[in-house]
C-alpha cells in the first residue's frame, strides 16, 4: 500500500496545467482562477438578486471537506481509493484582493476575462447541482465553504484540478492536458 501511495504521489508532482483564457471575449466580465497551496477553484461573479458580490466554486472529497479528515495520510488515500467528492460555495462582498478569509487562507488568485454569457451559464449549472443535492450545506471552517454532495466522484483522475479544468474549459479556456493533474495555474490569453 505504501508503495502505491509513493507512486501516485510521484504522479500527482508532475502535471500543472495551464489555463490560457480566451483573447478578446463578448460582453467580458472579471473571473478568477483561485489556488490554495494545490487546491484549485473559481470566483465568478455572484447573480444579481444575490447580496454578494463574488461566489466561489470548489470541488474535493467528500472526506476532507464534508468530514475533515484533512490530514496527509487522508489526501493520499483520498486519491488512492474513489471516493464520493464535495461541492463548495461560498459568497462574498469583498473582491478577491480585499476577502479577508481568502488572505487567512493564504490563497492566490489570477483574474482573467471570460464572457458574461458562459459565466452566467457555469454558475447556474453549478449552483442547480448545489441545490440539487437537497441537505443542509456542511460549513468547512477553515475556507468559509459550505459543502453539499457532488455528483461526480472524487478520484485520482478526476480531483480539484480536474473539475477546475472542466469549469474553465466552460468559461472558453484553453486548458491542454496530458494526464494526471495537481493543479493549475494561468497562462496569457490566446484566441
Do not use: K
Amino acid at each position: 500500500m505504501l508503495r502505491t501511495l509513493l507512486v501516485i504521489a510521484g504522479l500527482c508532482a508532475s502535471c500543472v496545467a495551464t489555463a490560457y483564457p480566451p483573447l478578446a471575449p463578448v460582453d467580458a466580465v472579471t473571473v478568477y482562477l483561485l489556488r490554495q497551496g494545490e487546491h484549485t477553484g473559481v470566483i465568478l461573479p455572484a447573480p444579481p438578486q444575490s447580496d454578494a458580490a463574488w461566489v466561489e466554486y470548489a470541488f474535493g472529497d467528500w472526506g476532507w471537506y464534508g468530514e475533515g479528515r484533512n490530514s496527509t495520510a487522508y489526501g493520499m488515500y483520498a486519491l488512492a481509493v474513489p471516493s464520493s467528492a464535495a461541492l463548495g460555495r461560498r459568497y462574498a462582498t469583498e473582491a478577491p484582493e480585499h476577502d479577508a478569509v481568502i488572505a487567512r487562507r493564504g490563497a492566490s488568485f489570477e483574474a482573467f476575462q471570460a464572457e458574461s454569457a458562459r459565466v452566467i451559464e457555469l454558475r447556474n449549472e453549478l449552483d442547480e447541482e448545489y441545490e440539487a443535492a437537497g441537505v443542509v450545506p456542511r460549513e468547512v471552517a477553515n475556507s468559509g465553504l459550505l459543502v453539499v454532495p457532488a455528483r461526480h466522484s472524487y478520484t485520482l483522475n478526476y480531483n480539484c484540478s480536474d473539475a477546475t479544468i472542466v469549469w474553465l474549459r466552460r468559461l472558453g479556456c484553453s486548458v491542454p492536458v496530458g494526464g494526471i493533474t495537481r493543479s493549475v495555474v494561468l497562462g496569457p490569453a490566446r484566441p
